[in-house]
């Protein structure tokens, strides 16, 4: 028994078994309700992958087939972005959606060779949808100056990023890189890879993407105002009270303690991943 023509999309998008496809003509509405939930979310997280990875190209946060995204779907599975691809160029059916544990379930492409890295954030943070690795000209070259960009500065990206650690250097490809972020990953958002490039995490796609845009941001206002010879840091008060600030403007968004300032040794607002992507907008 083959089902119907008008399911062969949902099938399609939702890569259910061929005894599934079976049993669809005769599914409660339910299930029906479901899986067309699942069907429209794959195909909109597809097109907006796509958009991240042209903006990414577009505004020089990766040349050539540099960089991969992933996010989250709502069944558990992994969508993420093919190997060698040219981040600008792709088309949403370039995409590869893999399960928690890294097995490809559907698309002809191979996953991003930096797929270990993406299943770890993911799976170590549920309250993470998304992941963007880039390699942004400024961010980048700290990284490899061995710099973390962890100091009080700006207050947007204190409220929003509390800092950006530098994890150890890693082979690029490999599971080592996935372990050099764990220590940080249950309290940082934004990442440095030593040598290597940035990776930053999302309640979604688009704030990964903006803080993505904001480590770099802030990297090139550091780089320009020790150009200019001196960069003044936040007292612990100024970061106390800015905390202090958006966790009463934002209250509704509780998590746990942000640790932003190595010296105060401060944290009182609510976790990055839970801040308004658009605060300080």
Not at 44 to 71: D, P
Not at 105 to 128: C, I, W, Y
Not at 150 to 161: G, K, N, Q, R, S
Request: aromatic share 6%.
């Amino acid at each position: 028994m083959r089902a119907p023509t008008r399911w062969s999309a949902i099938i399609k998008l939702t890569h259910y078994s061929e005894r599934t496809k079976e049993l669809i003509p005769f599914a409660p509405r339910a299930l029906i309700v479901v899986m067309v939930q699942v069907a429209s979310s794959l195909f909109t997280l597809r097109r907006e992958m796509v958009e991240i990875g042209r903006r990414m190209y577009e505004r020089g946060l990766v040349v050539a087939a540099e960089g991969n995204i992933s996010a989250r779907l709502p069944e558990g599975n992994i969508l993420i972005t093919p190997a060698g691809f040219c981040k600008g160029r792709m088309n949403p059916e370039d995409m590869v959606v893999v399960t928690p544990e890294g097995k490809r379930v559907q698309g002809n492409n191979r996953a991003s060779t930096e797929l270990g890295m993406h299943l770890t954030a993911l799976g170590k943070r549920p309250d993470v949808r998304a992941a963007v690795h880039a390699h942004p000209p400024y961010a980048t070259a700290f990284a490899v100056a061995g710099i973390p960009l962890a100091d009080c500065i700006l207050p947007e990206v204190v409220a929003t990023l509390g800092g950006v650690p530098l994890a150890d250097y890693a082979t690029p490809s490999t599971p080592q890189v996935g372990a050099s972020i764990e220590r940080y990953l249950d309290k940082f958002d934004a990442f440095l890879l030593k040598n290597h490039g940035v990776l930053t995490l999302g309640p979604d796609l688009e704030s990964a993407f903006r803080k993505m845009e904001t480590v770099e941001r802030f990297a090139q206002i550091i780089h320009l105002a020790r150009s200019l010879g001196t960069v003044d840091e936040m007292t612990c008060k100024q970061v106390n009270d800015l905390l202090a600030l958006t966790h009463n403007l934002h209250s509704r968004f509780s998590g746990a303690e942000t640790p932003v300032c190595g010296h105060c040794h401060v944290g009182t607002g609510p976790s990055p991943s839970n801040m308004p992507s658009g605060y300080g907008s």
